[in-house]
């Protein structure tokens, strides 16, 4: 054994399991451990401090370490050396540059505050006040007058009168119910319509509560001071501006309509809207702040006056409009007409002395109304003219030298022009000569069309264009109508002989009426037109555009045309003995077409009848048309044209020419 621990000495093995663990098993420690141990009663050297045991961290080393085996080998794991880090002492400040830095700042600040001040003072504080003063500027709307419409002579058509409107603050109104029956019979209003009014609601797009609502506009001074005396809480009454229409009806399908807020909504009163409504002013003043919200007295106001809209003098003449609606409803409701339509025209200047359309409608209540009756039946109405067509064919035939007044055309009872064939209403037997005179007088279709055959259809196309057929006349109401006329090119076989009579071809009531007015007029188109004379708000009167114009036959052909019409009302059993005048010299033309609707032709007849007089010395010329279930131009617009003409000739005070129209030849 001492041998053995000599060896050890000197290998050194037992030194180094003294120094460390490594290697060693369970046993060699327990062993040292006894043999180190002193025995009972002996006091224990004091030994060297053993070396520190150093446990495994991982888990495979402590799994080894338990069962008595050396751990597993691990790389050495170096430590990662620290640098060293010297550590600078702070610095201490210097108590004088501190204090002089800090003064420096503070006069920086001191020096910008400055110039802020002045910069406030003598550049933004026109901007500051500026913005001050509108917090404290309160706006009131002073509304602009509409324009009037007057009558040729100045008599009121149409004016605007100073209203109240009354409305709510739903929000305010704290017993609707209550306040719905005592505005009630104020207002003419039911008090269920106004209890629902005032009911508390949300605005469907903003999703607020709505806080004003109308109640009635256009109430008259006198019921509005009522309503204010009630002191209503939440109901409000202030300035508004009613239109009033003395004549009710009274050209009412020419006039137009207004809606609550004034704004042009049909005829003239739409058409001319932007010129009628004029520009509203404002009254701007300083207010104090708080709940009263007085005027300052001497503060700052701004009135910029409101300019009234213009009015129109129209060409209308007030009297006759109305004779001419009179008469004309009568005659319709006595032959249970659909619709009718009466045109009176200077034929001289083309002015539109009256112009009416049954049925018509009240422009005071026009929401009560159909849409129907407050179309104007003149312009916006297209119908085939039938036989009043005729008068352009031989107009262009004159000009054209293709006839004279003193020429004939054969004729027969028949006559065929494609595939269809054209016959008379008053037949005459094959191989008559027909003057002219006789063919207007007993509308023959078989001489009209052969006079067209020697015309030419180009021609016929160039005179209907000449006389305004397919164009708007301008008369300046809306919704007025071109009509159609065909050209050559798009003619068929039996065009031939259903255009010269009137068929095919769709014209207004107005084009028509314009067309026989060219012919009173020496043979020179004038444009109808219905505005005279512009009134702006100072007094100052405009003319309105001149009428346009353009001559379509000599004078010499219009004259003996005028008197080749005279028979259609001279011959006892011509087509127009309905609308002779005693005392009058009358040249006329009766008509039967059809309506043309959304390009098609509907149930019944368009019965018509345009004539002039004096006929040597034409002063007016009237058109009558009406549909009707069945019946000709004679006996449904002829009664009517009598009449209207006898009052227009009385009313303008012409007089009878004095001579005798000629004796008529019928054939040769």
């Given at each position: 054994m001492a041998g053995d621990d000599n060896r050890r000495r000197r290998s050194g093995i037992g030194d180094a399991r003294a120094y460390t663990p490594r290697g060693r098993t369970t046993r060699d420690t327990d062993a040292i451990n006894r043999s180190e141990r002193p025995e009972r009663g002996e006091r224990p050297e004091r030994a060297e401090k053993p070396a520190r045991v150093v446990v495994p961290r991982d888990r495979a080393a402590t799994r080894a370490a338990m069962r008595g085996r050396p751990a597993p080998r691990r790389a050495p794991q170096r430590r990662p050396i620290k640098p060293v880090v010297t550590v600078t002492p702070p610095r201490l400040g210097h108590p004088k540059r501190r204090l002089r830095l800090a003064t420096a700042i503070s006069l920086l600040l001191f020096v910008i505050i400055g110039v802020r001040l002045v910069h406030l003072q003598l550049t933004d504080a026109?901007?500051?006040?500026?913005?001050?003063?509108?917090?404290?500027?309160?706006?009131?709307?002073?509304?602009?007058?509409?324009?009037?419409?007057?009558?040729?002579?100045?008599?009121?058509?149409?004016?605007?009168?100073?209203?109240?409107?009354?409305?709510?603050?739903?929000?305010l109104v704290t017993d609707p119910a209550a306040v719905a029956a005592q505005l009630s019979p104020l207002l003419g209003v039911a008090a269920s319509e106004?209890?629902?009014?005032?009911?508390?609601?949300?605005?469907?797009?903003?999703?607020?509560?709505?806080?004003?609502v109308w109640l009635k506009r256009g109430v008259d001074v006198e019921q509005a001071t009522a309503i204010s005396s009630l002191k209503l809480k939440g109901i409000i009454v202030d300035r508004d501006e009613r239109r009033e229409v003395p004549g009710d009806d009274l050209a009412a399908n020419i006039i137009g309509f207004t809606g609550t807020d004034l704004t042009g909504l049909g005829g003239i009163e739409a058409r001319f809207d932007s010129d009628l409504r004029g520009r509203d002013g404002k009254f701007v003043f300083e207010v104090g702040q708080g709940d009263l919200r007085k005027p300052i007295p001497g503060g700052y106001q701004l009135v910029t006056p409101a300019k009234p809209g213009k009015s129109l003098k129209l060409t209308i003449d007030r009297d006759v409009q109305f004779m001419t609606q009179r008469i004309?409803?009568?005659?319709?409701?006595?032959?249970?007409?659909?619709?009718?339509?009466?045109?009176?025209l200077d034929a001289r200047t083309g002015e539109v002395v009256a112009q009416a359309s049954y049925p018509t409608y009240s422009a005071?209540?026009?929401?009560?109304?159909?849409?129907?009756?407050?179309?104007?039946?003149?312009?916006?109405?297209?119908?085939?003219?039938?036989?009043?067509?005729?008068?352009?064919v031989?107009?262009?035939?004159?000009?054209?030298?293709?006839i004279t007044p003193t020429s004939t055309v054969e004729v027969a009872p028949t006559i065929r022009k494609g595939d269809t064939t054209f016959k008379d209403g008053h037949p005459f037997p094959a191989g008559t000569h027909l003057t002219m005179p006789g063919l207007m007088a007993y509308s023959s279709n078989v001489g009209t069309i052969k006079v067209v055959e020697a015309l030419g259809a180009q021609k016929l196309y160039d005179y209907q264009r000449l006389f305004g057929l397919g164009t708007e006349t301008g008369i300046g109401v809306p919704g007025e109508a071109p009509g159609l006329v065909q050209p050559p090119e798009n003619w068929s076989g039996s065009s031939y002989g259903s255009i010269p009579i009137g068929h095919s071809v769709a014209v207004t009531?107005?084009?028509?009426?314009?067309?026989?007015?060219?012919?009173?007029?020496?043979?020179?188109?004038?444009?109808?037109?219905?505005?005279?004379?512009?009134?702006?708000?100072?007094?100052?009167?405009?003319?309105?555009?001149?009428?346009?114009?353009h001559r379509v036959i000599s004078a010499?052909?219009?004259?003996?045309?005028?008197?080749?019409?005279?028979?259609?009302?001279v011959l006892d059993d011509a087509t127009g003995v309905n609308a002779r005048l005693a005392g009058y010299r009358i040249s006329g033309k009766t008509g039967t077409g059809t309506q043309v609707k959304d390009g098609k032709y509907i149930p019944g007849e368009v019965a018509s009848f345009i004539g002039m007089a004096p006929a040597d010395q034409p002063r007016y010329v009237i058109a009558v048309f009406a549909h009707t279930a069945g019946g000709g131009g004679g006996a449904v617009a002829g009664p009517a044209f009598r009449d209207m003409m006898g009052y227009t000739l009385r009313h303008f005070k012409v007089p009878p020419t004095g001579t005798k129209p000629p004796d008529f030849v019928i054939t040769a």
């Open positions: 026109p901007a500051y006040a500026a913005a001050g003063l509108q917090d404290r500027l309160k706006t009131v709307v002073l509304p602009a007058p509409r324009g009037s419409i007057l009558d040729r002579e100045g008599a009121v058509l149409a004016r605007s009168i100073e209203a109240r409107y009354v409305a709510a603050d739903p929000g106004l209890f629902a009014a005032m009911q508390k609601k949300k605005d469907e797009l903003t999703g607020k509560a709505v806080r004003f004309l409803a009568e005659k319709m409701r006595e032959k249970n007409a659909t619709w009718a339509a009466a045109i009176v005071k209540n026009a929401d009560a109304s159909k849409a129907s009756e407050r179309v104007d039946m003149a312009t916006n109405y297209v119908v085939d003219p039938g036989s009043i067509h005729k008068a352009i031989l107009s262009a035939a004159l000009q054209e030298g293709v009531p107005l084009q028509m009426a314009a067309v026989y007015a060219a012919i009173a007029n020496d043979g020179v188109w004038v444009q109808p037109h219905l505005i005279k004379e512009i009134c702006e708000p100072d007094g100052k009167v405009t003319p309105a555009a001149a009428a346009k114009s010499e052909n219009a004259a003996s045309l005028r008197q080749i019409m005279e028979a259609v009302t």
